[in-house]
């Protein structure tokens, strides 16, 4: 298995991009859904990664740069076949990997509140990331959870 930075511009990719859309837009409410595009993706300030074994692909998963020492990930996708085989950590701890070697203190996130999304946040938890108030342009919407993570280990007891 390999993590490799993305263009956006393979079938696999798009297709599984595409599902994520769709996905997002059918459970959340118009005006909550933060998904991204794949236009928006494919933005410089943010670097995207699929996650591939034997020429299958596993997932994907994006950081994007808030400013010099803040980053949210974005867009991160597994494929359904492979749910519950380690790829969401694998890609998560190569997020946070290339946001520490960036130097990012902070790493933030988005995503809904509603039970579809219990098992992202269980994820995300039991990955360090605790509960925060809305951050970047996000607003204060029910339909939504915010989450971050501490990467500045020298503050930290």
């Known amino acids: 298995m390999f993590i490799t930075e993305d263009d956006l511009t393979g079938e696999a ?12 837009h059918a459970i959340t409410p118009p005006g909550s859904a933060h998904v991204l595009d794949i236009a928006s993706l494919r933005s410089p300030n943010i670097t995207f990664w699929s996650m591939w074994n034997d020429g299958d692909l596993l997932g994907c998963g994006a950081l994007k740069e808030l400013n010099a020492t803040t980053g949210e990930i974005k867009s991160m996708r597994t494929v ?10 694998s890609i998560l701890r190569h997020i946070i990997s290339v946001a ?5 203190t902070y790493l933030h ?28 342009d996000y607003k ?3 339909n ?3 989450m971050t993570k501490c ?3 020298s503050n930290q007891a």
């Open 151 to 153: 990467l500045d280990t």
């Open 100 to 104: 520490q070697q960036r130097e990012y």
């Open 109 to 136: 996130l988005e995503t809904g509140s509603f039970p579809a999304f219990q098992p992202a946040r269980n994820f995300y938890e039991k990955h360090g990331f605790t509960y925060r108030s809305p951050f970047a």
């Open 140 to 142: 204060d919407d029910p």
């Open 80 to 89: 359904a076949a492979h749910k519950r085989k380690g790829v969401a950590s």
């Open 13 to 24: 990719v798009t297709a599984l991009l595409q599902e994520h859309f769709r996905d997002m």
């Open 144 to 146: 939504s959870v915010f």
